[in-house]
Structures are given as structure tokens and as C-alpha cells.
């Protein structure tokens, strides 16, 4: 008997939902040998995500059985949901021909991956990102890798959230994270490595816009920057918070907070090992800070550029 299928009698012992093949799931399953014409139970798996996404209910759950591509193109997650490949499993979702692999574009969603690859896949144009959010919604993004893509790891734009734990982002052509214009993320666990741009970017392009990071218990090594803070017009806010994190081998900087015209930019650090950069940091622009708690081992770092003032507990 095929693993997958007493896989799926295991899990079946335990379920707590039965649908009917016209009835949306609380619980959506996938399959390598799934079919789009079955109802994503879990005695009659689906292939693909969109088949899944579109027998589930909001609020409810796709499982992944067994390691195996989900998608043939960028998949636009249209509802709340958590999307998740079981342990053990590889749970695939490639990024095709200039696309994302997931995309996320309407607002007031709560969607959670775990446990993904989010990647190209070899013999078709790599796609762009990841994971690409410009809808008012939540993402969490646990336990999962992200990486080999031509632009940004995970791109979020507007005044969507996204939280990132225990996952590697790597050698993607852009930074690992970048957030526009009133996006905000806490990173936590995670390792941003030799993404080319950088590990972070909050970018500020936009008046009245408040764009923040925070990076804890975190490593970031390899392509140009650590984490940026930058703005270039009037009104806009960018701020990133290190913590108890790693910053090793930037060309350039690890920490940078830059300004142009009248935003404010604002990188701060503590408890944080800044190692072998380029520079510790850079400091340029009017409103443009470099905070440190004053706890931190900075070392091996080739200079750097501007101040950098006392951060005061509180």
C-alpha cells in the first residue's frame, strides 16, 4: 500500500469534518496523485491549489499529503486560510514566467503558510516572488524556504501585515523582505542569507505612510545591506528594530537609515552582533537615525558613515 494512502487513513481516524463533494471543507487536501475533478477530501484529494482554494471555506485549512508541486502558475489567494504541507513533506508552490508563486491582493484576509517552498522550478522562467501581498490582509509565513527568485523573497505593499518565523529566505535577486508605504513585519527566528539587495527593506515613497520592521533572533548575511530604512519624500515614516540578531558580511552596510526631502528614516539596534560588514552603518539625510541600546559587539566592520546616537531603555 502506497505511503500517501495510509497516510490518509491515518488522518482520517482523527477527522473532525466530513463534507460532501458539493459542500465547501473545512479541510482541503492535496495529493501527488490527487485529481481536480475529485472534492478535495481526503479519500478523493485534489492536485492543485486552486482546485483546494476553491473547495475550502474561509477560514479553513489545505493540507499537502505528500511532496509534490501545487501550482502551475502564480496562485491568487482569494480567502482567509491556512495552506500547509504535513511533516515531512515538501510542499511546493514554484514561481513561474515573471510571476509570484503567491499572490495576495484582496484585503481583510488572514492567510498563514507553513511548511512551503516557494521557489522556481527548473526548465521555465523563474518567477519574481515568493510571496507578493498588496491587499490590506495578514500573512504568516512559518517554517518554510524561500528562495532562487529575480526579485524579493516576500514583497509587501500598503497596509498589509506579515509575520515571518523559523524560515530561511536566500540568494534571491532583491532583498529578502521589502515592505512599501505602510507595510509592517515582524521577523522572528529566521534567516535572510546572500539575497543580493539585502536582508530588509522599509521603503517609504508615499506622504502619511508608517512602514516598520522588526528582526529578532534572526541572522542576516551576504548581498549588499543588513536592514534599510529609507524614505524619499516628505511625510513618510520608515523604522526597523534589531534584536538579539546577527548581521555578517554585507558589502555595503548592515545598518542603513537614509532620507530624501523631509521623511524620516530610523534603524535601531540592540543586544545584536554586527560582524565583517562593509559598514556597521550608515547614517545620511535629515531625520535620519542610527539608535544603538549600546549593547552590541561590533566587529571586523570596514567603517562607517554619519552617527550613530545612544538609544534610551524604556
Excluded at 491582493?105 to 522550478?121: D, E, K
Excluded at 529566505?169 to 507595510?183: E, F, M, P, S
Amino acid at each position: 500500500m502506497k505511503t500517501t494512502t495510509l497516510l490518509r487513513i491515518a488522518i482520517a481516524s482523527s477527522a473532525l469534518f466530513v463534507s460532501t463533494a458539493h459542500a465547501q471543507l473545512f479541510r482541503a487536501y492535496l495529493a501527488s496523485d490527487g485529481n481536480d475533478g475529485n472534492p478535495c477530501t481526503l479519500q478523493a484529494p485534489c492536485r492543485l491549489l486552486p482546485a483546494a482554494l476553491n473547495a475550502v471555506v474561509s477560514g479553513g485549512e489545505i493540507w499537502m499529503l505528500d511532496s509534490a508541486n501545487y501550482n502551475t502558475a502564480t496562485v491568487n489567494v482569494n480567502k482567509s486560510v491556512s495552506i500547509l504541507a504535513i511533516p515531512g513533506a515538501v510542499g511546493s508552490v514554484v514561481a513561474l514566467s515573471g510571476g509570484p508563486a503567491i499572490e495576495i491582493t484582496a484585503s481583510n484576509l488572514t492567510v498563514a503558510l507553513r511548511n512551503l517552498v516557494l521557489g522556481p522550478v527548473a526548465g521555465v522562467a523563474a518567477g519574481t516572488f515568493g510571496v507578493r501581498m498588496t491587499g490590506a490582509s495578514h500573512v504568516a509565513i512559518e517554517g518554510s524556504l524561500i528562495a532562487n527568485l529575480t526579485d524579493n523573497g516576500v514583497f509587501v505593499t500598503g497596509t498589509g501585515t506579515v509575520k515571518v518565523t523559523r524560515t530561511t529566505v536566500r540568494d534571491n535577486n532583491g532583498y529578502g523582505i521589502r515592505l512599501h508605504n505602510g507595510a509592517r513585519a515582524a521577523i522572528s527566528s529566521t534567516q535572510m542569507l546572500g539575497n543580493a539587495q539585502g536582508g530588509v527593506l522599509a521603503y517609504g515613497s508615499s506622504a502619511s505612510t508608517t512602514t516598520t520592521a522588526s528582526v529578532s533572533d534572526s541572522v542576516i548575511s551576504g548581498g549588499s545591506y543588513g536592514v534599510v530604512a529609507l524614505t524619499e519624500v516628505d511625510g513618510a515614516v520608515t523604522r526597523i528594530s534589531v534584536t538579539r540578531s546577527t548581521i555578517h558580511r554585507t558589502a555595503t552596510a548592515a545598518l542603513n537609515s537614509q532620507t530624501a526631502n523631509v521623511g524620516e528614516a530610523e534603524v535601531n539596534v540592540g543586544s545584536s552582533l554586527i560582524v565583517d560588514n562593509g559598514n556597521a552603518w550608515i547614517q545620511q539625510g535629515t531625520n535620519a537615525t542610527v539608535l544603538s541600546l549600546g549593547n552590541n559587539q561590533m566587529s571586523g566592520n570596514a567603517g562607517s558613515v554619519g552617527s550613530k546616537a545612544p538609544l534610551t531603555p524604556h
